[in-house]
């Protein structure tokens, strides 16, 4: 069997996850499920990213130590992992657990915290072997840097922002002091042709390589550690403390086990590696510097998506627009969750929620297409055959439909576009409710030739229920409670007696959808 690795860009543990912490989960947990629909041996790694200046600052303004900080945290991605059914695979204690107390072999999913024992050790181990190759060397660095992005930004990068931080709007520090670098210049012509070849979109690695027009510039990758002492502390050099980066972005080897001798190689290199556009730039240009100068080959995808905002504007405490997935999973499901921010959020740009959009897309496409669809269909078959699913055979009126719909699906998949595959499926369920107005089953059961009305009644209900078949294969990596739920009203030998109402209407925070 195929093995397959995904990895998650792990989310800042300084504070409770909002919906866009949440679309690196959701995102890698659908293309978890469609590797393992496809026979693969899949493994997801999630986490935490636990260290830096902004936890330490925080910490410290709560009369707390860094690490009560992110222990307090844990609880609440616990419950967004939960709430997002990312225990898929194996008992949520194993994805929560220490890395030593997890089953890899078991686990579909397996999870890291930065601030891990075992994790600070190998990251120690990865600092010795990049030293072993003689890409570290010491300097002082002078420039620029933002503590709210945790990055080092070049003069012509800071002049550009008039030397605001753009995501933070707030002025880069200028900072002078001793450090470690890594000599990612060395790696400028591999570094390019990485950056071709691995990252979707497309035009975010031609941005990248518009940054390397001069060639890859050495990076920073370590802090004095009277300035930052909480992360891991440089091997042989307590004065430094490793540059945040360096300790999270190895975090999708450290999961595996890397460097120890029995470490789970047959899972690297990660096919697909997902991150939002506002890191990319660490994984396609430090990350693969960083594997070069270990030998180990390079990540095959890097699948690039924007951010979420909220009624138009970036989310942010000051505005009160955060908005945390269990306000929205408590309420509607998780699936309806999972179905807005891939079919309503283009995958490889910025997205927009708003209550009214939201309960839109649910009352409309989830409650009135697909819901309506399948109780119109199981309440026709209760009336023109007792409910008994015995006529269905291999009949298919929509044959040429679902052939497009699996073309168009598996583009869409194996391009990491999932909003155009989950729009697929939804044209496919728009499809299945033209058919029964075209083929009118109430004016066919009027037909007075019993045998003539009985084989046409087969053929229709044979084309809706083998289309309601097809539409929860293909959604089960995006709603797998839904696909669960049509398969187990049309899959079996009769439909249930009580019709599922898979997706009641509510109108918990809008008014205009009310008339529609």
């Given at each position: 069997m195929t093995k397959y690795y995904l990895t998650t860009a792990i989310p800042y543990a300084n504070a409770a996850p909002h919906i866009g912490t949440a679309i690196d989960y959701l995102y890698g947990d659908i293309l978890l499920r469609y590797q393992l629909l496809r026979g693969k041996q899949a493994k997801l790694s999630i986490g935490t990213d636990e260290h830096g200046t902004k936890i330490e600052q925080k910490a410290a303004a709560s009369g707390q130590t860094p690490q009560q900080l992110v222990d307090q945290l844990q609880p609440e991605f616990q419950r967004m992992r939960q709430a997002l059914e990312l225990n898929f695979g194996a008992p949520l204690s194993q994805v929560g657990a220490e890395l030593a107390k997890q089953d890899f072999a078991t686990q579909n999913i397996v999870n890291i915290r930065t601030s891990d024992p075992l994790h600070v050790k190998r990251v120690q181990a990865i600092w010795r072997r990049l030293d072993q190759a003689g890409v570290i060397?010491?300097?002082?660095?002078?420039?620029?840097?933002?503590?709210?992005?945790?990055?080092?930004v070049t003069e012509s990068e800071a002049r550009e922002h008039d030397f605001i931080c753009p995501d933070h709007s707030k002025p880069y520090e200028k900072l002078?002091?001793?450090?470690?670098?890594?000599?990612v210049s060395k790696f400028t012509d591999q570094l390019r042709e990485f950056i071709k070849a691995t990252v979707v979109p497309e035009f975010r690695g031609k941005e990248l390589l518009e940054l390397l027009k001069d060639g890859a510039q050495d990076v920073s990758i370590s802090r004095p550690a009277d300035k930052l002492s909480w992360g891991v502390a440089v091997p042989g050099d307590p004065s430094q403390v490793m540059y945040v980066w360096v300790d999270a972005l190895s975090n999708y080897l450290t999961?595996?086990?890397?460097?120890?001798?029995?470490w789970h190689d047959d899972y690297w290199p990660a096919q697909v590696e997902i991150v939002g556009k506002d890191i990319l730039r660490f994984h396609a240009i430090i990350w693969p510097?960083?594997?070069?100068?270990l030998g180990l080959p390079l990540p095959e995808k890097l699948m690039v998506h924007g951010f979420i905002n909220v009624n138009g504007s970036k989310m942010s405490k000051s505005i009160g627009n955060v908005i945390s997935p269990l306000e929205i999973i408590d309420d509607y499901g998780v699936?309806?969750?999972?179905?807005?921010?891939?079919?309503?959020?283009?995958?490889?740009?910025?997205?927009?929620?708003?209550?009214?959009?939201?309960?839109?897309?649910?009352?409309?496409?989830?409650?009135n297409d697909l819901g309506n669809l399948l109780a119109r269909v199981i309440a026709m078959i209760r009336k023109y055959f007792g409910g008994n699913l015995s006529f269905v055979s291999d009949d298919n009126e929509l044959k040429d439909q679902a052939e497009t719909l699996l073309g168009n699906y598996k583009v869409a998949m194996d391009g990491l576009n999932l909003h155009d595959a989950v729009l697929a499926v939804m044209e496919y369920v728009h499809e299945l409710n033209q058919y029964i107005e075209r083929s009118a089953p109430w004016q066919v059961a009027k037909l007075e030739d019993k045998s003539e009305r009985q084989a046409r009644l087969d053929q229709v209900f044979s084309t809706l229920v083998n289309g309601l078949l097809l539409v929860a294969k293909y959604l089960s990596p995006f709603l797998p409670d839904t696909a669960q739920q049509l398969h187990q009203a049309?899959?079996?030998?009769?439909?249930?007696?009580?019709?599922?109402?898979?997706f009641p209407k509510k109108y918990l925070h809008s008014e205009s959808a009310k008339h529609d």
């Open positions: 060397y010491k300097s002082t660095y002078q420039g620029w840097y933002c503590a709210g992005c945790e990055a080092f002078s002091e001793d450090n470690y670098y890594l000599a999961v595996l086990g890397y460097p120890d001798e029995k510097a960083m594997l070069l100068a699936d309806a969750f999972r179905y807005y921010f891939t079919a309503h959020v283009p995958t490889f740009e910025d997205g927009n929620f708003s209550w009214d959009k939201f309960e839109s897309a649910y009352n409309g496409e989830l409650a049309v899959g079996g030998d009769s439909v249930p007696e009580t019709t599922p109402i898979i």
